[in-house]
Structure formats: structure tokens, C-alpha cells
């Protein structure tokens, strides 16, 4: 299993550093040997300000504010479209707003690096089709997903 992690850099307020890339990218892969995912996968990530995430979440959820993260599935019950060129999975978008991430952080009285690979984490375990917003059970299974990862990358709470 390999993970081809393209992250585009949209914004200009927070300079992503190549640790912070670095980090993005074994979020991702993290995730995927956590569950067990077979084969090569491909995942876009896009790192973008409040501004355009609000506009973003607007667009395609009708929500007209600023969020810390979306989620863009391309599959649908396990099943993925193959990128024919190299035959990864296309398992979608993440949407990461770092400047939601560095408010998050200090509020929660943590690294900024803990909350992006956070939230990317949580963001690709909704690419694998995880969810919590229907009950209390999916969140905890959610949750519990997310701590086994952020164990494993070694910032755990």
C-alpha cells in the first residue's frame, strides 16, 4: 500500500513548511495501514484560508460559514475509482483550512501540527466512509478510529 498525497497550497496567510507537508502526507498514510487498506491510494489535499473554505462549504452544503475541514469522497461503500494512469484508488478531496487549524490549536491548548494532522485524519477516515454526524455510536467508533491514528503518529491528547 502507498499513498500519493498531493497537497496544493491556496492560501497565503499561513506558510506551510515542507515538516508540515511532510506531516499532512503521513496523516494520510497512517490512516490507510490503520484500516487496513489494500492497494495504492491517491488523495488531493488543499490547504486554503477561512475565506475560501466558508465559500467552499457555502457551495456545496449550504452552510455559509467557516469550517476547519471538508471532505470530498470519490467512492461510495468501499468502492473507488482507479486512476488508470497508475492504478491507485482515487479515494477524493480533503479541504483543510489552516487558519481554522491555528485558532483551533491555541483554543485547545495544543501544537498546531497535533490539529492539521488531526484534522486530516478525520478527513480521510470520511473518505474511507467513516461518519458521525447521524449518532453518537458512529462518533465513537469515529473517534476511536481517529486516536488509534493520532497514536501512531505520536500526538495523542
Do not use: W
Not at 515538516?19 to 490507510?32: E, G, H, N, V
Request: glycine letters at 4%; proline letters at 1%; hydrophobic letters at 35%.
Amino acid at each position: 500500500m502507498s499513498a500519493k498525497v498531493t497537497i496544493y497550497d491556496k492560501q497565503k496567510k499561513v506558510k506551510l513548511t515542507d515538516d508540515m507537508r511532510k506531516l499532512i502526507r503521513k496523516a494520510c498514510s497512517y490512516t490507510l495501514k490503520s484500516e487496513s487498506f489494500e492497494g495504492d491510494a491517491q488523495i488531493d489535499v488543499s490547504i486554503v484560508d477561512d475565506e475560501q473554505i466558508k465559500e467552499i462549504n457555502s457551495e456545496c452544503r449550504n452552510i455559509n460559514s467557516a469550517t476547519d475541514v471538508l471532505s470530498f469522497p470519490l467512492g461510495e461503500n468501499g468502492n473507488y475509482d482507479i486512476d488508470l494512469s497508475t492504478g491507485a484508488y482515487m479515494l477524493g478531496d480533503v479541504v483543510l483550512s489552516a487558519e481554522h487549524a491555528i485558532a483551533q490549536a491555541e483554543s485547545f491548548g495544543h501544537s498546531v501540527e497535533r490539529e492539521m494532522a488531526y484534522l486530516t485524519v478525520h478527513s480521510v477516515l470520511h473518505l474511507l466512509g467513516y461518519d458521525h454526524i447521524h449518532s453518537d455510536a458512529e462518533k465513537a467508533v469515529m473517534r476511536r478510529h481517529e486516536e488509534k491514528v493520532m497514536t501512531l503518529l505520536n500526538l495523542e491528547r
